[in-house]
């Protein structure tokens, strides 16, 4: 067995407890210094948290000093030696090394990731190290925590996580964004007729939650929109939750009171890498996050948010009118210049959005509900969904859908049909309004984006 260190994490947290005693710590080298009076500095990085551990190497000890020209910036290592309290400014401890492991290697002239800040441009074509900066270390722990505490919330309310397929025969948004799935080498269709990988899982969502009431879904999701904004992906993962017995108020409810649940966690319990955002990426972030804990949502009719944008006196590139998709400008200028706080838009003019989702009384619009936070804009999208059947026939017959293919979807109106509604939670563009990276790119660690997919 390699023998397992203790996590730097956890040294800084309770160092207390381990000092004067021999300890054992595995990681990667960021940076050697050696100085003339005769020390070496190793700065050790484990992925744990941020901090890096200080490691001294004595020039005292021949058998280290032998080691000195390999311990380079990406060696992976193992040190073993006395945690000591540190005499050196801005860190409590250091490690006096007594044996190193060097594991493997790093050759200082190839290595691509020397001491200094590198694009996030650079950043994304070595894919394969960029985990062990500091930006995307952190990203990655934010993403892992936000992924705990999602979960977290759905089970503490009965809800019931339910894994859609990943290969389906619908293509639910209408958009026509969607991959096909073919077998190569295979002359006919695999599945004996056209499927595509999932662009969501509301409508087999809903299946589950006319049977079993509060559901939950967290999965991948494709999308094959041409368009290289920066929060666009190919593939992305999004949370929706579906309620039985449900409308949008309940759903508005449910969404606001998600999103400010998880924000909290994550100050709670990231704020060593969120001070680390502040500094290097987004200075307004703490305030930001804080204001989602804070502000109640505002909530107003896309017929409202269109008014609003009309009479804004802004030069919008695309000026707003009624019957028009809102725009990421005008998005944004709803959240950061006219609201400073989360909007939520509803009643959509129902030739913008799906057939499924619930005609209002004035059959102009529908019970649609898209949040929107400043930087990100749409960060959920969800619907009250049309339960009844003649409506439900109607509409999709004026989006000219194939009724054959929806059999099952409208069975579920057909029997025990009740109201319901749920959303969608894009889940990179949560880690982006999280973290403040500017590009998506930086909030999944395998990005896919037209012209683009490593590994
Ligand atoms: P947008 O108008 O921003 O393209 P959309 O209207 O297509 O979004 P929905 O179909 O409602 O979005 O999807 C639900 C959520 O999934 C969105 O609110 C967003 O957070 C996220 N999302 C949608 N498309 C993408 C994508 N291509 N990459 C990452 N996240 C996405
Ligand atoms: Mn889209």
Redo the contacts with the bound molecule.
Sequence with gaps: MIPTGIPIKELFRSFSSHLGKDIRVNGWVRTRRDSKAGISFVELNDGSCLKNLQVIISHDNPSLVEMLPIITTGAGISAFGTLKKSPAKGQPIELEAKEITIYGTADPVSYPLQKKRHSFEFLRQIAHLRPRTNTIGAVTRVRNRLSYTIHRFFQERGFYYIHTPIITTSDC?GAGEVFRVVAEHMEEEFFGRPTYLTV?GQLQAEIFALALGKVYTFGPTF?A?NSNTR????E?W?IEPEVAFADIEDNLKLAEEMLRQIVQDVLDNCDEDLQFFARFIDPNLIGRLEMIIKKPFEVITYTEAVKILEESGEQFDYPARWGC?LQAEHERYLTEKKFKRPVAVIDYPRTLKPFYMKVNDDEQTVAAM?VLVPEV?????GSEREYRYDVLVEQMKQKNMNLEDYQWYLDLRRFGSVPHAGF???F??LVQFVTGVQN?REAIPFPRTPGHALF
Excluded: C
């Design positions: 948004e969501s999308r929109e929060r666009h992906l190919a992305f999004m998709d898209d804009g749409e960060i959920v999208g969608g939670l894009g990179e563009r998506i």
